[in-house]
């Protein structure tokens, strides 16, 4: 049941220089109720949220936590409050360098009423007692580092649940788990609900929002532009609400390829897996999805060069293809947008045109100089192309939304011709409405290359892919032809029925 309003803002506007990002903002958290915001990159969803955690001073409105005035000005403070935030970059959440029983309780080891000798055995007993109620089974002893990236969202979302928070904010927190640990974490925030924490919960998945939502308020240019809290929810009002317009959901034109670029011919990617064969054409877009852990990144990275196959062969038009590095790889016209843009992608202190322009300085160059007005035009194409938000190419990283930094590492590798373009998780937190635009360029620019997607969810594929692959335990068990597909039969293999010949 719906309790009072334990988190209230009020007309909350920002602005950064003579951008007004914030237009006036007003929102109230219920006890016991998940509300889900919705809001294209640059709707103003990551200020709110940033306000609200202490991290950002607001330049208008007021705020109320359980009926007194809230104000935080640091994270810290905020969380003393009982605001706590899980931000999507997972890094903001845990130390990477120390083990996962110092993370859970590293804010009491570290806060003002820090116990003056540190006791090791103590502190896993309180980090085992919080990975308890989370489920989590892994080593406590284990550095954080040396997780797989769905682990460390667990840890970061344990480790927040450990402040006992009365407002528990979770921004995109299932884009790196598997459906079982989403389940896990689904299952957590209906025992949250019950308990009277006030959750908002920032997703664009539908599979999500329909599983968690008791309200849904839809964001746009800075202002809310949209409630939906009228049984039965109104999913697709929300999404047109944030989008401003109708959507139209577009079939797939098929194109199917007679001309192979890539050819994989029994590629075993891990001890115990069942090999890969399989061709990708000329001008074709295969999306290759299935759960988190079932070797799509590991599959990508070895097209890519950066990790061995332990058995099979590959051709790249015809001529043996065998890259022992990323280098040889992107020397033989195969690019990759690795999975995390933040670790593995873009680079902070770099502004746009520097960002694109990175992996090719040495084709950009003549005699060891870069030619700037190459790298100025190279960046400024890519920026009208893809609609990247933006004043110029100029602009740092760091000023743009998430969805627009996404645009930024896919225009990096589309600047040049490319035999077989590999996108790990392209649309991971990114928006219904930068998901589309970029899927509409991968398909306009598709001739020429084979264009592979690695992707989680089932609609991404669908909205983009020719031809649809399943993985599963590290190999391939289907195929399906983006026309009239089994649905049934797709989720299925998805969950990991038998295998299907789908050399």
Avoid at 383 to 409: A, F, H, P, T, Y
Avoid at 413 to 436: C, Y
Avoid at 453 to 468: C, G, H, K, N, S
Wanted: proline share 3%; glycine share 10%.
């Amino acid at each position: 049941m719906v309790g009072n309003a334990v988190f209230r803002a009020e007309g909350l506007r920002k602005s950064f220089g003579r951008t007004e990002v914030l237009g006036g903002v007003s929102l109230a958290l219920h006890a016991g109720e998940v509300t889900v915001l919705m809001g294209a990159n640059g709707a103003g969803k990551s200020t709110f949220v940033k306000i609200i955690s202490g991290v950002y001073e607001r330049g208008g409105g007021t705020m109320d936590l359980a009926g007194r005035e809230f104000a935080p000005t640091t994270p810290a403070e905020a969380i003393r409050a009982g605001v706590v935030t899980v931000h999507q970059n997972i890094n903001d959440g845990v130390v990477a360098d120390l083990d996962v029983a110092t993370n859970l309780t590293l804010d009491r080891l570290s806060g003002a009423n820090a116990p003056m000798l540190f006791n090791p055995a103590r502190v896993r007993r309180e980090a085992r007692a919080v990975a308890d109620r989370m489920g989590l089974a892994f080593d406590l002893k284990a550095r954080v580092s040396d997780l797989s990236l769905a682990d460390r969202q667990m840890v970061a979302i344990a480790r927040a649940l450990a402040h006992q928070p009365k407002v528990l904010i979770l921004d995109e927190p299932t884009s790196s788990l598997s459906s079982a640990e989403a389940d896990r974490l689904f299952a957590l925030i209906d025992r949250l609900r019950e308990q009277g924490v006030a959750i908002l919960y920032i997703s664009h998945r539908m599979s999500d929002i329909r599983r968690l939502a008791d309200r849904i308020v839809s964001m746009r240019d800075g202002v809310v532009s949209g409630v939906f809290d009228s049984k039965p929810l109104d999913y697709e009002g929300a999404v047109n609400a944030m989008l401003g317009r109708k959507i139209h959901l577009d079939r797939i034109v098929v194109r199917d390829s007679a001309k192979p670029i890539l050819t994989i011919d029994g590629l075993r990617i891990a001890q115990g897996a069942k090999p890969i064969s399989l061709t990708l054409g000329d001008g074709e877009v295969v999306a290759i999805t299935g759960l988190v852990g079932v070797g799509k990144t590991a599959l990508a990275e070895t097209l890519f060069g950066v990790r061995k196959p332990l058995a099979g062969a590959m051709t790249m038009n015809g001529m043996p293809y065998a890259p022992r590095s990323a280098g040889d790889a992107i020397a033989a016209g195969v690019f990759l947008v690795a999975k995390d843009r933040g670790e593995n992608g873009i680079v902070g202190g770099f502004n746009i045109q520097e960002n694109i322009s990175l992996p090719f300085h040495k084709r950009m160059s003549r005699f060891a100089v870069l030619k700037r007005r190459l790298e100025r035009a190279t960046a400024r194409r890519q920026i009208k192309e893809l609609g990247i938000v933006c004043r110029s190419e100029k602009d740092e990283m760091s000023s743009l939304s998430g969805g627009n930094q996404q645009k930024v590492m896919v225009g990096r590798w589309m600047a040049q011709d490319a035999t077989l373009f590999i996108l790990d998780e392209p649309f991971q937190g990114v928006d219904i409405s930068a998901r589309r635009d970029i899927a509409a360029k991968l398909r306009a620019s598709a001739g020429g290359r084979a264009t592979l997607l690695f992707v989680t969810e089932i609609d991404e594929a669908l909205e983009t892919a020719d031809r649809i692959l399943v993985m599963s335990e590290q190999t391939i068990v289907g195929e399906h032809r983006n026309a009239d597909v089994d649905l049934d039969r797709l989720l299925a293999e998805v969950a990991g029925g038998p295998l299907h010949n789908a050399a």
